[in-house]
């Protein structure tokens, strides 16, 4: 009885210790406050990384994967992404006369945003279809950086690719550091989120595993040229998620992130391999700094994932209490 | 006059010149005999890779891409991977009765090869989707793995992991010592590859682009399953592999090798781009060693493709000529 309750804390002790060993004086990730989030990371990622660990994985199977929306920057109060496509309904309502007269356009354009919510995943589905599509993808490709250079995020009056995740720059760079290789693993289109994901997280367009719409290609009189179609090819979201890490990347993540229900069968995938397995969920906790948002919430909803964490002892970060620094901006 | 056609001349020898500063004495192509092929490939690699050239190409942007069956190993007299579809009707024809009397099948049990060849593409396809599911990854992996040890090329009597190109190993690995991303964009399987390209070629699973057929998520109480469905999702092959190379790798190439009509798209969409490219095709033509085919072959056709490398000035490599050694084994 002894024994079993004092084992833990003795493995806590043993972990410290090989932390500080593997890490010495440089803390790898500053804006974590000291935790168990912080302590079971930095354990990992020595007894994963050192030579001679029994958990020692070689460097060619680092695979790490990260959820991109909630996870790696702000998902509230709605989607990045579709913010950019209702921006773009906006933008081409002059070309479109007939969304004048047709849901969801004809709400986007009212300003009525609770009737395009009303219309569920449909509505959404059919704004992003019509608003990403029709066009080369270098000309979309042009369209996303435009407006990201453009737009301020309405609450923090910032541009979008400010609110990415301090903590989470910190341990991608650490991850990097020991030879992981890091990817997304999201939801959202790869064609919105590759035209910045290398400058802004370090993860070149190859690394990027999202949703997709189906591309046709046209030779155009040896300019060939690849083309958007209003057509979804494959979601990347849920079940979707073990889906495309095997077609994408073909290997077993040995470190998964995500923050929501929809990265729940990712963990899962990641945790059901031999070896060594971290699996980790952000949960929003921060109404002043970020957000407050978990079982209820319309985006980002963190309900059967937080249940699943609990029962099988995967890491949930608390954004209040964890993080030191939510977004760089916050370090100037 | 004058001017102009001493004007190539020159420039190649400006071009042995450069190649010789950026690789001094050592040789990284000991396999390919000095001709156009040779140089032109060591010229675009120094003028793309040395600072200070007009044609450099950043590190991210190294980009190269390579067809399989037919530019890395041996695609005769059938498809690697058809080979192994074919033994796998015969392994498993005990478990299905019914496929005695139902073509393709039945050619296949009763050894009519030119029966199967007959039902052209639909014949080959309704082979691979049957013999292709009905089983996890990891089970089709091992299967892959286990007939590729075990099998042997009715001509040459070695592993066909053994008759890969001596020339295109060099090729890429003296692209990787150049900061050069090497990727495999093949019609075959994804999940024929991958189990071996990282220790055949050096590629590994994550840079490996190709067909797929449709995969399903299982939780399987906690231990999560992948599982392979009778269904095409993705045909990487002719204008699929521009779309391919989108879906997958998100940048376009600026070096592709191919050997057939498969490749032609792969290759104009290369060329398609701004700044230095290569795009280069393997011509079979050592029936001694190897094979030689083009035109007319049933495998590997090599027709339009030609005819657009001439037009467009594509390195067209004559294997006979070209390459001093084909497979790795005639070196010991």
């Not at 609990?310 to 100037?332: A, L, Q, T």
């Amino acid at each position: 009885m002894l024994r079993r309750s004092f084992g833990l804390g003795v493995v806590a002790v043993g972990m410290a210790s090989a932390t500080h060993v593997a890490f010495g004086q440089n803390d790898p990730l500053p804006s974590w406050n000291d935790g168990t989030a912080k302590t079971t990371i930095l354990d990992f990622v020595s007894r994963t990384t050192s030579a001679g660990s029994r958990d020692f994985v070689p460097v060619p199977e680092r695979i790490a994967t990260f959820d991109n929306d909630g996870t790696l920057w702000c998902e509230m109060p709605i989607y990045v992404q579709f913010a950019f496509a209702i921006d773009r309904v906006k933008a081409e309502a002059a070309q479109h006369p007939e969304w004048k007269d047709k849901p969801p356009f004809s709400y986007v354009l009212a300003g009525d945003m609770a009737g395009v919510a009303a219309m569920g995943e449909k509505g959404m589905v059919e704004i992003v279809a019509a608003t990403h599509s029709g066009m080369t993808v270098a000309d979309f490709e042009r369209a996303v950086l435009d407006w990201l250079a453009t737009t301020r995020h309405p609450r923090f009056k910032r541009p979008y690719t400010e609110l990415v995740y301090q903590p989470m720059l910190e341990l991608m760079a650490l991850l990097r550091a020991k030879e992981f290789k890091t990817f997304i693993v999201s939801g959202g289109g790869i064609d919105f989120m590759r035209p910045w994901t290398e400058k802004i997280y370090g993860i070149p367009p190859e690394q990027v595993v999202g949703s997709s719409g189906v591309v046709t290609y046209d030779f155009n009189n040896a300019k060939p040229l690849l083309l958007k179609e209003p057509k979804v090819d494959f979601v990347d979201d849920g079940p979707g998620k073990p889906i495309g890490i095997y077609r994408f990347i073909g290997r077993r993540p040995v470190f998964a992130f995500g923050n929501s229900d929809g990265d729940q069968q990712m963990l899962e995938y990641t945790a059901g391999g031999d070896g060594a397995r971290f699996m980790g969920l952000v949960h929003h906790t921060d109404a002043v700094r970020e957000y407050a948002y978990d079982r209820n919430s319309s985006v980002g909803r963190l309900d059967k994932a937080w249940d699943e964490a609990v029962k099988r002892g995967w890491i949930v970060v608390d954004m209040k209490n964890d993080w030191k620094v939510i977004f760089p901006f916050e370090m100037k």
